[in-house]
């Protein structure tokens, strides 16, 4: 079985700052992808970043990058240039390229931005 | 345009009673799911239909019952609502697989009294 680990549950960043947002995950699986997702107080769940097991390039989006090790199954993401609208839960999610495999979510994690 | 609906947002009920969640999205994907999101904000999978097949049935009580008139809709009914029911319940959509990255709805956030 998966799992995704998210292991802590708040952060807090002044606006205009970098943050990083860890995540591990477990599995025996060798091809997967994994995400990221946001979740703002509007509730709507919105992807902010996609990686595949299978590259090394870490993937990038905007302000938005990941530091992938696959040896470690590590997985963050790092914010650079925080912004207000950035404050949301931060969810990390995982699934292999298996046959009917679902995407499994961590905890969460709540970043609240300072102006 | 709203890539995947549901509706409604918001639903109050009685312990008992039955309810129905509807969503569609235009995005002309072949998979649908549906997600629970308890009060810790704890996000699981319930199911997973792929053109109108179930493929994904999680250990979900079968009060719950997903239905599929096309591969654009995914409805979830839940008969004998339970107080444990609250939760918000998320509808997504991807291209093909689970790998795929998937759209969301805007959620229903359900209340049993």
């Known amino acids: 079985a998966q799992t995704v680990t998210q292991s802590q549950p708040e952060m807090s960043v002044q606006e205009a700052e970098t943050v990083t947002l860890s995540c591990t995950y477990d599995?025996?699986?060798?091809?997967?992808?994994l995400f990221w997702y946001k979740q703002p107080p509007s509730r709507q769940m919105i992807l902010v970043i996609r990686?595949?097991?299978?590259?090394?390039q870490n993937a990038t989006e905007n302000r938005f990058s990941v530091n992938f090790q696959k040896a470690a199954k590590s997985f963050s993401l790092k914010i650079s240039d925080s912004q207000l609208g950035d404050t949301a839960m931060y969810f990390c999610?995982?699934?292999?390229?298996?046959?009917?495999?679902?995407?499994?979510f961590g905890k969460g994690i709540t970043l609240s931005v300072r102006p | 345009d709203t890539a995947v609906s549901q509706t409604p947002k918001y639903l109050v009920t009685q312990m008992g009673n039955d309810k129905s969640i509807k969503c569609e999205q235009n995005?002309?994907?072949?998979?649908m799911y549906w997600y629970k999101q308890d009060s810790k904000k704890f996000l699981k999978i319930m199911f997973s239909?792929?053109?109108?097949?179930?493929?994904i049935n999680e250990t979900v009580p079968n009060r719950f019952s997903p239905k599929s008139p096309d591969k654009a809709h995914l409805n979830l009914h839940i008969n004998s609502l339970e107080l444990g029911d609250s939760a918000v319940y998320f509808c997504?959509?991807?291209?093909?697989?689970?790998?795929?990255?998937?759209?969301f709805g805007p959620g229903t956030r359900l209340t049993v009294l």
């Open positions: 239909y792929n053109n109108k097949e179930l493929i």
């Open positions: 599995t025996s699986e060798s091809n997967y992808y």
């Open positions: 990686q595949e097991a299978y590259k090394q």
């Open positions: 999610a995982f699934v292999y390229t298996g046959a009917n495999s679902k995407l499994t």
């Open positions: 997504a959509s991807s291209q093909g697989r689970s790998v795929d990255t998937q759209y």
């Open positions: 995005l002309g994907h072949d998979t």
